[in-house]
T-cell receptor, first 116, second 115 residues
Framework: AQKITQTQPGMFVQEKEAVTLDCTYDTSDPSYGLFWYKQPSSGEMIFLIYQGSYDQQNATEGRYSLNFQKARKSANLVISASQLGDSAMYFCAMRVRNSGNTPLVFGKGTRLSVIA | ETGVTQTPRHLVMGMTNKKSLKCEQHLGHNAMYWYKQSAKKPLELMFVYSLEERVENNSVPSRFSPECPNSSHLFLHLHTLQPEDSALYLC??????????????FGSGTQLSVL
C-alpha cells in the first residue's frame, strides 16, 4: 500500500528566509513519482514540483527544490527566499507505477505561514 | 480561461435536496477525477474516469453519482446527503491515466455545506 506522511501540521517562516517542509513515503514499488502541490485559500491545488524515483538529481523549479533521499524515503520541499504569497497549504503526493487506475495519493498537508 | 473550471464555488443544501456539481476542463485531457477534501484529512479519491469510462469507484456511497458525458465535462450528482458530506469537492484532470509522472490539474473546488 502507498502512504504519504507529513508530520508538520503548521510551519512559520520569516519572509526572505528558506523553509523545509517534510514528507516521507512508503511503497514497495521501485518505480514511483513524488509531487508537491500548493493550495492557497482560493482552494485550487497548484502543481509545484515533481521527482521520479529513478531521477539522479534533485528536482528544482525556481525557488522550489526537492530534497530527495531515496534510502530514507523522504522527499522534502525546500522553498528559498519565502514570500508572503507562499502562505498556503502544501501537500506531498505520490503515484506508484503498479497502482492501477489510482492516481495521486496525498498526505494530510502542512500549513505554511510566512511572516513579514 | 482557467484549465479546470468548477461550478458552483459554494453550495448549501438540505439533506433532502438534489444538486449537481459541474467540472469542465479546457486542456484536452483524457482522464478526470473527483476528490473530497475534509478538514484535517488527506484528499480522498472518489471517482476516476478515463476516456469517459468510469474506471475507479473508491467505495463511495450511492448518494454520490458521477457522470462523464464527454472528455471535457464531469458532473457529481448529489442526493439525500448527510452533514458529514460537507467538504471541499475538487475536480482534476490529467493527460492520460496510469503514467507515473503524470501530474493532475485541479479546479478551485466546490465548498459544500449540508444542513
Amino acid at each position: 500500500a502507498q502512504k504519504i506522511t507529513q508530520t508538520q501540521p503548521g510551519m512559520f517562516v520569516q519572509e526572505k528566509e528558506a523553509v523545509t517542509l517534510d514528507c516521507t513515503y512508503d511503497t514497495s514499488d521501485p518505480s514511483y513519482g513524488l509531487f508537491w502541490y500548493k493550495q492557497p485559500s482560493s482552494g485550487e491545488m497548484i502543481f509545484l514540483i515533481y521527482q521520479g524515483s529513478y531521477d539522479q538529481q534533485n528536482a528544482t523549479e525556481g525557488r522550489y527544490s526537492l530534497n530527495f533521499q531515496k534510502a530514507r524515503k523522504s522527499a522534502n520541499l525546500v522553498i528559498s527566499a519565502s514570500q508572503l504569497g507562499d502562505s498556503a497549504m502544501y501537500f506531498c503526493a505520490m503515484r506508484v507505477r503498479n497502482s492501477g487506475n489510482t492516481p495521486l495519493v496525498f498526505g494530510k498537508g502542512t500549513r505554511l505561514s510566512v511572516i513579514a | 480561461e482557467t484549465g479546470v473550471t468548477q461550478t458552483p464555488r459554494h453550495l448549501v443544501m438540505g439533506m433532502t435536496n438534489k444538486k449537481s456539481l459541474k467540472c469542465e476542463q479546457h486542456l484536452g485531457h483524457n482522464a478526470m477525477y473527483w476528490y473530497k477534501q475534509s478538514a484535517k484529512k488527506p484528499l480522498e479519491l472518489m471517482f476516476v474516469y478515463s476516456l469517459e469510462e468510469r474506471v475507479e469507484n473508491n467505495s463511495v456511497p450511492s448518494r454520490f453519482s458521477p457522470e462523464c458525458p464527454n472528455s471535457s465535462h464531469l458532473f457529481l450528482h448529489l442526493h439525500t446527503l448527510q452533514p458529514e458530506d460537507s467538504a471541499l469537492y475538487l475536480c482534476a484532470s490529467s493527460q492520460v491515466l496510469g503514467v507515473t509522472n503524470e501530474k493532475l490539474f485541479f479546479g478551485s473546488g466546490t465548498q459544500l455545506s449540508v444542513l
